[in-house]
């Protein structure tokens, strides 16, 4: 089984409707992110949370919200989808062992939304 | 903010043949620096990283040194294989542990 698992893999929704995607995690990190991948654009950072009551925003929040339900879950939601979110989210999960800044991130396999 | 920039590809090479990929970032203080990889179909995987001034990352062939006076973090492949082909990231970790990432290099290596 993955490390990091994203639900649901590919999904399509229409304009308007509220879609949440999951992110759960094995690896016992305290850091979690979300991502969204456009082409030429590299990753954007929507949210990050680095403990159950410690969420922050990223460069791209407007639009969506996030939930850290415990330390091995992290949820992303489009309240009302438009089709500039179609895009590939990824989440991905950091340690915070000794307060460093040079662990390395690990990623899920990511979730490819189409919002028609 | 804290930033990087990376070269626009597709960057196109022959197997065997010398890589370069250019990473400049901007940020405050002394982040850390990485290097991702995504294969086809699949998420990012770490393939190198340096932590302060000075430090050469190195993994399966790539390099990259960490040039504070440059800001950059290049990098380098003495010999590509077909299997290199992927899309690069290079990134950055912040003092707020912000993971940052550039827009990508797709490479293409031809037999």
């Known amino acids: 089984d993955a490390d990091v698992t ?12 509220r879609i949440m995607l999951e992110c759960s ?3 016992g990190h305290d850091r979690m992110y979300w991502y969204r991948q456009d082409p030429g654009l590299g990753l954007r950072l929507i949210y990050y949370s680095f ?12 639009g969506y919200s996030v939930s850290r339900q415990a330390q091995a879950k992290f949820s992303l939601s489009l309240e009302s989808a438009i089709p500039n979110q179609t ?30 | 903010g804290n930033s990087v920039t990376q070269m626009e590809g597709p960057v196109t090479l022959s197997e065997e043949a010398f890589l ?3 990473c400049t970032y901007t940020a405050t203080g002394y982040p850390s620096l990485f290097w991702y990889v995504q294969y086809p179909g699949e998420g990012l995987q770490l393939l190198l990283k340096a932590t302060k001034a000075d430090d050469k990352g190195s993994n399966k062939g790539f ?16 010999s590509v294989q077909v299997s290199d082909s992927a899309v690069y990231f290079c990134a950055l970790m912040d003092s707020s542990y912000k993971l940052i990432f550039g827009s990508g290099t797709r490479l293409l290596v031809r037999p």
């Open chain 2, 63 to 78: 390099e990259a040194t960490y040039r504070k006076e440059t800001t950059s973090f290049h990098l380098e492949k003495g």
């Open chain 1, 51 to 62: 403990d159950v009551k410690d969420i922050n925003k990223g460069e791209i929040s407007d």
């Open chain 2, 20 to 22: 370069t990929i250019n």
């Open chain 1, 6 to 17: 994203q639900t649901p893999r590919n999904r399509i929704t229409k304009t308007g409707k």
């Open chain 1, 25 to 27: 995690q094995t690896k």
């Open chain 1, 87 to 116: 895009a590939l989210y990824f989440c991905a999960t950091s340690p915070a062992a000794g307060g460093g800044r040079n662990t390395e991130a690990f990623f899920g396999q990511g979730t490819r939304l189409t919002v028609v």
